[in-house]
């Protein structure tokens, strides 16, 4: 491990040729040499220019796009030609050959008890169950493992981000280089720990993720280390897609939708180049939290925006700006995005748990959550539909948290019990105040337990109470309504 000072440069790292073809599914490779007859108008993508200097985005709200849970929203203006574009982007991105040698084809599961519950065919796409439980590795070695051998060794870098960065460390170990992974000092030693555990150097720098973002590239060209981006490179978005590939060859009989968690837009691009390319009737549909939607409002504006301020409940989708090359493809290949709340996602954590014994991470459980929703709104019957599961890395406080949001509606409580939770300024006095204005003035409510979680929401805390109560009462924190229902 290595601490260091910060100063700031900026230099960028150039992408790789590519030029391997994928063992698995040699029909679909068929497919793109037929299909690319028909495409040769399409323009190739580039791959390899420096970078330019960001155009400056628009700052948005995340509030000033919003919409009914389930409804399929920003569906993008299409010029007629994703087919031809998906399978142009799949012909000049090819799959490492050695790809499968690290990445498992992960099993496509159907969920009975879901789809009894919806009336549909809820299948589930078990990403959760890849090397380090998430579908990260795929793009990170297919990026680091298309690298020439001269580039291996001098190493690469990129920041503490989750499963990105284990995804990283751990394709690193299997090619036999070394991975620099860089993350402000303020990270808790647990998370670097396990990665230090795969042999990866950490070096702690700067105060927050910009700060050891910068230096993580100033260093990489320094040292003529590859910098691993997250989502914005097509070797990381092709790797990510060929989790649509094998949806594709997985599933048997028709399928209406396919739905992907969303965060850089990564994951959902490289899906929706495979799926437009093979089954362009499969809808595409991305799954964001209705505080952290970067590409629906990216998709309305028609342009990559900004958000001023980014939820973080779910980890890993908390971007405040969606990838260029992953939005660029977004635009012309995605069907829309479905917008879930932190209690939807969390419900959907509990499904899961139900159906498969299974404690998904919160972004895991996202696309899940979308497609529940979207099932419930449009009234789905008897239609196949897929929730790619993307992740199940979690630390026992958000497990705890999220039993109690899912609980929140009262649901398998004890009876003549219930589950609140309660949104208070984040100040002292809250709860007492609280207190005082409800529990005092309803016999019923006496508070057994309660649990306290700050920074919930920007200046709020939530405070979960067990209390019995006798009847349901309905309580209204903005009129200080209280009343038997
Ligand atoms: C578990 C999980 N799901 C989904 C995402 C979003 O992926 P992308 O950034 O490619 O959209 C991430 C990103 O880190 C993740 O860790």
Redesign the pocket.
């Known amino acids: 491990m290595e601490t260091q000072n910060f100063s700031f440069s900026f230099a960028g790292a150039s992408p790789q040729p590519h030029l391997l073809r994928p063992k698995f599914l040699p029909n679909l490779m068929r497919m793109i040499d037929t299909c690319n007859n028909k495409s040769k108008k399409i323009k190739a993508t580039t791959t390899s220019s420096a970078p330019l200097p960001p155009p400056p985005l628009l700052r948005v709200s995340s509030d000033s796009l919003q919409y009914a849970p389930g409804f399929l929203g920003a569906v993008p203006d299409r010029d007629g030609s994703g087919n031809a574009a998906a399978v142009e982007y799949c012909r000049t991105n090819i799959v490492a050959s050695n790809f499968y040698q690290v990445a498992v084809v992960s099993p496509l599961q159907f969920a009975p008890k879901i789809s009894q519950r919806l009336g549909v065919n809820m299948w589930l796409k078990r990403e959760d169950l890849q090397p380090g439980h998430?579908?990260?590795l795929r793009g990170a070695y297919n990026m680091m493992s298309k690298l020439p051998r001269e580039h291996l060794e001098r190493g690469v870098i990129c920041t503490l981000?989750?499963?990105?960065s284990h995804g990283v460390a751990l394709s690193a170990q299997r090619l036999g280089c070394n991975a620099m992974i860089v993350t402000p000092v303020t990270t808790s030693e647990l998370e670097w720990k396990r990665l230090e555990r795969l042999g990866a150097t950490i070096v702690l720098v700067g105060d927050s993720h910009d700060e050891a973002q910068a230096y993580a590239i100033r260093r990489g060209e320094e040292e003529g280390r590859t910098f691993i981006p997250?989502?914005d490179h097509p070797d990381v978005i092709m790797g990510?897609g060929t989790v649509g590939m094998e949806i594709v060859d997985q599933m048997q009989g028709s399928l209406h939708a396919i739905f992907v968690?969303?965060?850089?837009?990564?994951?959902?691009a490289g899906i929706a180049a495979y799926v437009k390319m093979a089954s362009p009737e499969v809808k595409v549909i991305g799954v964001e939290p209705i505080d952290a939607n970067a590409m629906a409002l990216s998709l309305h504006h028609g342009k990559r925006v900004l958000l001023d301020q980014v939820g973080d409940f779910v980890k890993?989708?908390d971007?405040k700006v969606v990838g260029e090359e992953?939005f660029r493809l977004c635009r012309e290949l995605i069907d829309g995005v479905v917008l879930v709340s932190e209690k939807a996602i969390c419900a959907s954590m509990k499904d899961m748990h139900e159906e498969q014994g299974t404690i998904l991470?919160p972004?895991?459980a996202?696309a899940l959550a979308g497609a529940e929703a979207y099932c419930k709104y449009y009234g789905l019957k008897d239609e196949t539909v897929v929730a790619v599961t993307?992740?199940a890395n979690m630390d026992c406080s958000t497990v705890r948290m999220v039993s109690l949001v899912g609980n929140a509606d009262g649901q398998g409580e004890a009876q003549g019990e219930a589950m609140l939770a309660i949104f208070l300024p984040e100040q002292p006095d809250s709860f007492e105040r609280f207190c005082e204005q409800f529990c005092d003035r309803i016999v019923e409510i006496n508070i057994r337990e309660f649990t306290y979680k700050n920074k919930f929401l920007e200046g709020e805390s939530v405070v979960f109470c067990r209390s019995p109560l006798l009847s349901v009462v309905y309580i209204s924190l903005s009129t200080g309504l209280v009343m038997p229902i």
């Open positions: 998430s579908f990260k981000a989750g499963n990105h997250p989502f990510h968690p969303v965060g850089g837009g990564g994951l959902v890993g989708v971007v992953d991470e972004a895991g996202l993307s992740g």
